[in-house]
C-alpha cells in the first residue's frame, strides 16, 4: 500500500506535498483512495483548464497514442503542424517553437531576445529587463531573469545583465531600458508574485518605451494563458501585442508541453542548429494540446469564464466582508487572488491547508495571497460548494482565532 509518507523518503524534497493524495479525478473533483472527495480550485496550478479526465482530450491522447508517439526533430509530425496552425491562426504569431514546460519556453525565448540583440546590434544589447516579484521558471536563466532572490541565491553565480524593476511602474523602467536592453519580460498577471494585474495603460507604456529602444517586448503567459483571463491569451484582453509570447500550463491540459510563439521575421534568428529540445512538438503532447485549443478558443468558453468569474467575484467579496481574514479578488477571468488582511498576513499556506482537510483545494500565490484557478469549465454548482466549505473554514477559524 503507497503512503505519503513515502515520499519523504524517495523522493528529493523540493516539495512537501499535502496528506491528500489524489488517486482519481473527474471533473472538477479529486478522491484518494479512502474514497474522499475534494473540490478543486486549484487546477494543478492553472494547468488542468478542462478540469480532470476530460472525455474529448482522452479521446485525443487515446487516438494518437494508437498512432505514433515520438519521432524526433529529424522529422515532422501531423499532430505537431495542427497544432502550429491553430496557434497561429489564432495569434498575433507566424511561428512557434514547441518545448516542454514553461521553463524551457522562457528560456528559449531569452536565448533567442539575445540572439536577436547581438544579430541585429552586437554584443553590448544583451541586457533584459524583469519585474520584481516575477516568476518565470526554475532554470538557472528563468530564475534569475524572476524577480524572487529566494529563488535564485545559492546556486552560485547568477546570469547577468539582468535588471529588476517594481511591476507597473513605469517610470522605473524607464531608467534602465537603454540601447543595451534585448528584452522587456513581464507576466500581463504576475501569477506566482500574487496575482496582480498589469494596471491599465502600463502594458501600452511598456510597449511604447520599447519600441522607442529597439527592444522586444516578451510576455510571459505560462499562467495566463490559453483561456484562463477570459481570452485565449492575455495580450488579446489589454489589447497590447508582444515580440515574444511564451505558453505552457493549460496549454497541454494537463499534458507537459511548453511554446514559444513569435513573428517570422524574429524567429529567423534561431537558425537550424541554434536551439533546440528532444521532445519539443513531440505527437502526444500536441495532439492533446491541439484539441485543448479547439475547446478553449470559442465565443462560448469566453462568456463562460466571464460568468464565472462574475460568480466567483461575487462570492469571495461577500466572505472578504463578512469574515475579515482577505481582502475582496483581485485578477482576470479565472486567476483570481484574495489578499489576507494585515493579521492574517504570512498565513495562506495554512489557510489552504486547513481549507484542503475542509474538502475545497486552494492555492496560495506567496504567503499573503489566496490563489483560485479552477478549472474553465467548473460548474456553478460546484463553484458555490467549493466556497461553502471554504465558508465553514472561516467560520471556525474567526470564531476561535488560531
Ligand atoms: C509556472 C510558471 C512558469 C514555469 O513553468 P514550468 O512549466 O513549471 O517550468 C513560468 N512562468 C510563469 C508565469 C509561471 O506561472
Known sequence: MIRREEFDQLLVPTYNPSSFLPVRGLGSRLWDREGRERIDFTSGIAVNVLGHAHPQLLDALRGQAGELWHVSNGFTNEPVLRLARRLVDATFAERVFFCNSGAEANEAAFKLARRIGFDRRGADCYEIVAATGSFHGRSLFT???GGQPAYSSGFGPAIGGIHHVSFNDLEALRAVVTERTCAVVLEPVQGEGGVVPAAPGYLQAVRELCDQHGALLIFDEVQTGVGRT????????????????????????GFPIGALLTRAELAAHFSPGTHGTT???????????????SLVDTEEMRARVAQRHAQFVERLTTLAERYGVFEAPRGLGLLLGCPLRDAWKGQARMLAGRAGEAGVLLLQAGPDVLRFAPSLIIEPEVIDEGLDRLE???????ESPA
Do not use: F, M
Open 279 to 293: 521532445y519539443g512538438g513531440n505527437p502526444l503532447a500536441c495532439a492533446v494540446a491541439e484539441r485543448v485549443i
Open 143 to 145: 530564475v534569475s531573469v
Open 392 to 398: 465553514q473554514v472561516l467560520r471556525v477559524l474567526t
Open 230 to 253: 477570459g481570452e485565449l491569451y492575455a495580450y488579446q484582453h489589454y489589447g497590447v501585442v508582444p515580440d515574444l509570447l511564451t505558453s505552457a500550463k493549460g496549454l497541454g491540459g
